[in-house]
C-alpha cells in the first residue's frame, strides 16, 4: 500500500504520476489561467482593470514557479485586457520573457490588435513574437520556430 497525495493506494502508477507529473493540468492565480498542453505554455489573463507593473511581475513570478525552470513556447491570449500600463509591456518584453522560446499572441479586437503591436513595435520582445487571429496561427508560429 502507497501514500499518495493524501489517499492509500495499492497502484504504484499513481504514485509515479505524482511523482513525474509535478504540473497540476492548470493553474489559476488572481491575474491569470495558466496550462501547458502538448509542449506549449498558454497563458489568458483575466480580467484586471488596469494591468500594472507590480501585477506583471506577480503574473510572471506565478508563472515561472508553474514551469519549473522548463523553457517553453507560449501562446497569450489578450482577450480580458482592458488596459496595461507602459512600464508593464517594458517588463513582460525583457524580463517577462525568461524561460521562454517564442511567442504567440492571440488577439480577437482591434483593440488588442492595437496593444499587440505597440507591445511588439515599441517594446521590441527579447525572443521571437507574432500576433496572431486565431490559436490555429498561433500554433502553427510556434511548430515553424521550434
Avoid at 493540468?25 to 498542453?37: F, G, H, L, N, P
Amino acid at each position: 500500500m502507497l501514500l499518495s497525495a493524501g489517499t492509500i493506494t495499492n497502484s504504484p502508477k499513481i504514485l509515479l504520476n505524482t511523482i513525474y507529473n509535478p504540473l497540476p493540468m492548470r493553474k489559476e492565480t488572481d491575474y491569470a489561467v495558466m496550462w501547458i498542453s502538448d509542449g506549449i505554455f498558454y497563458l489568458t489573463f483575466k480580467p484586471v482593470p488596469d494591468l500594472n507593473l507590480k501585477i506583471a511581475k506577480m503574473i510572471v513570478a506565478d508563472r515561472l514557479l508553474y514551469q519549473h525552470e522548463k523553457v517553453y513556447p507560449m501562446i497569450w491570449d489578450l482577450r480580458k485586457i482592458h488596459h496595461i500600463s507602459d512600464d508593464a509591456m517594458a517588463f513582460f518584453a525583457s524580463e517577462g520573457t525568461a524561460m521562454l522560446k517564442v511567442l504567440a499572441i492571440v488577439v480577437h479586437t482591434p483593440y488588442e490588435h492595437y496593444l499587440g503591436e505597440i507591445f511588439i513595435q515599441f517594446h521590441h520582445p527579447q525572443i521571437p513574437t507574432k500576433l496572431c487571429f486565431t490559436k490555429h496561427e498561433a500554433l502553427s508560429f510556434i511548430v515553424d520556430d521550434r
